[in-house]
């Protein structure tokens, strides 16, 4: 039930293009849902996170879509560069049990 | 930079020992999370510490445990290794568990079990 899905393992895309991946979670006590960003060899670092109470959240050209009666969310990156080729992982997080629960994760590679 | 540091970057051991590795928040953050990454598991969370209390569990065997120290730094000890052992550890620090979403991680020690 603390689960949160992932989709797909790997997406290439073309410079300037679209990236979009997906995730769909089943626990409705999460209370955020961030995005991470995992360059090779680097730790993942916080990209854009969500409120459960927000349909869309953009910053630059990376937004968060959020639909709770599907729960379910997305990340979308806009014009796509060749320099957001990395590991994606979204996640739920839970104030009370204070933990971050990460999807398996997206490689990314942008084609340029 | 993250601000959180990690130690050491690489290990490589034999099956049945034991290894530390110690991590050392960002400047000001109470908290810090362990996380084990596998190519099979993806990243799991092992353990949380906030001011040198436990504050939550996860995935974490009885072998492995840790620590927050009164300078908040934290060691994650893992003991009797197995081969399944095998994988990239981070430490990650956020503020305070209000904010437990954005969390700041560390580069990571890869250990290698032979």
């Known amino acids: 039930q603390q689960q949160v899905k992932q989709s797909p393992q790997s997406l290439i895309v073309q410079k300037g ?3 979009i991946i997906n995730c769909a979670y089943e626990n409705t006590a999460f209370d955020y849902f961030p995005w991470y960003q995992q360059f090779p060899g680097k730790g993942p670092a916080l990209l854009i996170a969500i409120r459960p109470d927000v349909s869309e959240k953009k910053e630059g050209r990376f937004t968060i879509s959020f639909n709770k009666s599907a729960k379910q969310f997305s990340l ?9 080729s990395a590991t994606y992982f979204c ?10 629960v990460f999807g398996q994760g997206t490689r990314l590679t ?3 | 930079d993250s601000g959180v ?3 050491p970057k690489h290990l490589i051991t034999a099956t049945g020992q034991r290894v530390t590795l110690r991590c050392s928040p960002r400047s000001g953050d109470l908290s810090v999370y362990w996380y084990q990454q596998s190519l099979d598991q993806g990243l799991q969370f092992l353990i949380q510490y906030y001011n040198g209390e436990e504050r939550a569990k996860g995935n974490i065997l009885e072998r492995f445990s840790a620590q927050q120290f009164p300078d908040l730094h934290s ?3 893992l003991s009797s290794l197995e081969l399944g052992d095998s994988a990239l550890y981070f430490c990650a620090s956020s503020k305070n568990p209000g904010q437990g979403y954005e969390q700041y991680f560390g580069p990571g020690t890869r250990l290698t079990v032979t």
């Not at chain 1, 996640?91 to 971050?100: D, E, M, R, V, W």
């Open chain 1, 17 to 19: 293009g679209i990236s």
């Open chain 1, 76 to 84: 979308h990156i806009m014009d796509s560069q060749p320099g957001d």
């Open chain 1, 91 to 100: 996640a739920g997080s839970f104030q009370g049990a204070q933990k971050l």
């Open chain 1, 110 to 112: 942008i084609n340029p």
């Open chain 2, 5 to 7: 540091t990690q130690t």
């Open chain 2, 75 to 77: 060691e994650l000890n």
